[in-house]
């Protein structure tokens, strides 16, 4: 499952959705997000899909690889679709076995929860797989940079999201290797109860945290020896600047925010 981590990166290829600006990308995605949370019916989500598809199109990223990415977050679906379909109540019931009781809303709501992480996951992913940590780090700093005005240190917190993001790949390749070298010595990491399974992880977390202290020393030390000050003074080599595609994205945006607000008030059951 750690091998399966897409979070964090990048997928160089020529596109289309790789050559818009970062801020453009990363608003997109906030968009999409927030209208995941606006959506609460099936033509909203079937609209979130048909456009998910078109930009995964237009980003050239096999969709293999976007599905990959669902696999660490299964356990999490599963929590969430589990409090959702046995402990919301309401009219009617569906199934009822002495204490367990199944609702036509908690169903539903289970449904459509699963549904919402799924796309979730794939929009981060992708903004992720089209966008290098460099230009990321580029365009929330540009995006935020209004929040200077209020002494917010934007270009260091930038700057850490970024990092973070990009350990995310890096850390779960180093705990691939640690467990298949665990399991060379013959540590069990599948067998057993709860209770032995995370005791059975100590061996891999330990030299885990090791290992992330020392890359993040390195880093530091890397930073300190380069004279790394901030974004104080700081000059780019390629300065963002907005295109006509960007414009572009813009609208079908506000298009496909349209088109979700104009579903709400479209009544389908599932």
């Known amino acids: 499952m750690l091998k399966d981590m897409t979070l964090g990166q990048y997928y160089p290829v020529d596109s289309m959705v790789h050559r818009l600006d970062p801020r453009t990308k990363l608003a997109g995605t906030l968009l999409y997000i927030i209208s995941l949370f606006i959506t609460n019916n099936v033509v909203g989500y079937a609209i979130a899909f048909l456009f998910l598809c078109l930009c995964i199109g237009l980003s050239h990223v096999p969709p293999k690889y976007i599905l990959k990415g669902l696999k660490p977050v299964l356990v999490l679906m599963f929590i969430s679709v589990f409090f959702n379909l046995f402990f919301i109540k ?119 945290f090791i290992s992330a202290f020392r890359r993040a020393t390195d880093l530091a030390m890397a930073m300190e020896a380069r004279c790394y000050h901030g974004g104080d003074g700081r000059t780019k080599m390629h300065p963002l600047k907005y295109g006509r595609n960007d414009m572009l994205v813009y609208t079908a945006f506000l298009a496909y925010l349209a088109l979700v607000f104009i579903s709400r008030k479209i009544s389908i059951g599932i």
């Open 90 to 208: 309401g009219e009617p019931v569906l199934f009822s076995w002495k204490f367990i009781t199944i609702t036509q809303p908690g169903l539903r709501q289970a449904i459509l929860m699963a549904v919402r992480l799924v796309f979730l996951i794939s929009g981060s992913a992708l903004m992720t797989y089209t966008t290098t940590p460099t230009a990321l780090t580029d365009g929330m700093e540009k995006g935020l940079g209004f929040l200077k005005v209020f002494k917010v240190p934007v270009h260091e917190i930038a700057m850490m999201m970024s990092i973070a993001l990009r350990f995310i790949p890096i850390l779960a390749e180093e705990a691939d290797k640690i467990q298949k070298a665990q399991m060379a010595r013959g540590a069990v990491f599948d067998e057993g109860n709860l209770i032995q399974r995370a005791k059975a992880l100590v061996p891999l977390l330990v030299p885990l």
